[in-house]
């Protein structure tokens, strides 16, 4: 009998430590993938002039080191007859079935615009006109991108970042787009604010005032269409 016990206890063990093995043999075990990677021509970042027809600069892509170029889907499209900011983003799926994807900027341009470079630093004096509230000296950077084609750090002259000192800082910036054209006004391209998700409402009164180097424009923005008047003085 204790014979007996002994065989079943010694059976126990056997397949106790024969399941451990294959539990232990299988875990950690991890696999190894290829991303496509990508690589534009011209870069990630191009500039085509307003009315002319738009020819992709070309890409590549790579599977390790398998041309995968002819497995890469497009997605979004410029409109050359109209200045603005467009995204083109390149797509493709490896052979384990892992997407991978890589975006170009093209800058469509005004080739009217005036030479004049609005590159720079300004002191931002910004009224919200209801409900009331006014900031004084907060700052603003210009910065060039084509010709009269220019990104600006807050259409809203630093009121929430800066002025109001919302937590998060530069998030409540509204970033964005604008055009210098040839009398000198400025055209409202495109905004962003990060940590709210929208965009301005309405761009008006934009002008460049090349005597002082001063800029001035009002903003409607949220969704209570809030007015902000913004005076920028270059430093």
């Given at each position: 009998?204790?014979?007996?016990?002994?065989?079943?206890?010694?059976?126990?063990?056997?397949?106790?430590?024969?399941?451990?093995?294959?539990?232990?043999?299988?875990?950690?075990?991890?696999?190894?993938?290829?991303?496509?990677?990508?690589?534009?021509?011209?870069?990630?970042?191009?500039?085509?002039?307003?009315?002319?027809?738009?020819?992709?600069?070309?890409?590549?892509?790579?599977?390790?080191?398998?041309?995968?170029?002819?497995?890469?889907?497009?997605?979004?499209?410029?409109?050359?007859?109209?200045?603005?900011?467009?995204?083109?983003?390149?797509?493709?799926?490896?052979?384990?079935?892992?997407?991978?994807?890589?975006?170009?900027?093209?800058?469509?341009?005004?080739?009217?615009?005036?030479?004049?470079?609005?590159?720079?630093?300004?002191?931002?004096?910004?009224?919200?006109?209801?409900?009331?509230?006014?900031?004084?000296?907060?700052?603003?950077?210009?910065?060039?991108k084509a010709p009269g084609f220019f990104y600006v750090s807050d259409f809203l002259g630093g009121f929430y970042d800066q002025?109001?000192?919302?937590?998060?800082?530069?998030?409540?910036?509204?970033?964005?787009?604008?055009?210098?054209?040839?009398?000198?006004?400025?055209?409202?391209?495109?905004?962003?604010?990060?940590?709210?998700?929208?965009?301005?409402?309405?761009?008006?009164?934009?002008?460049?005032?090349p005597v002082t180097n001063g800029l001035t424009w009002r903003v409607s923005y949220t969704s209570s269409n809030y007015n902000?008047?913004?005076?920028?003085?270059?430093?």
């Open positions: 009998m204790k014979r007996i016990i002994y065989i079943l206890i010694l059976i126990f063990f056997v397949s106790f430590l024969s399941g451990c093995k294959k539990e232990l043999t299988s875990e950690g075990v991890s696999r190894l993938t290829r991303y496509v990677t990508f690589e534009l021509t011209k870069g990630a970042l191009v500039i085509t002039p307003k009315g002319t027809a738009f020819v992709d600069p070309g890409y590549k892509a790579m599977e390790g080191t398998t041309d995968v170029t002819t497995k890469v889907t497009k997605e979004g499209s410029v409109n050359t007859s109209k200045v603005g900011l467009y995204v083109i983003t390149y797509s493709a799926t490896n052979s384990d079935g892992f997407s991978a994807s890589v975006s170009r900027s093209v800058i469509v341009y005004d080739p009217a615009a005036p030479a004049t470079d609005l590159t720079g630093s300004y002191s931002s004096n910004v009224s919200r006109i209801s409900p009331a509230r006014a900031f004084t000296n907060l700052s603003v950077t210009i910065t060039k002025g109001a000192n919302y937590r998060y800082g530069p998030a409540f910036a509204l970033t964005g787009y604008m055009q210098l054209n040839a009398d000198n006004t400025l055209s409202y391209v495109s905004s962003y604010n990060a940590a709210w998700g929208d965009a301005a409402n309405s761009f008006s009164n934009g002008v460049y005032n902000f008047v913004v005076t920028l003085t270059r430093i």
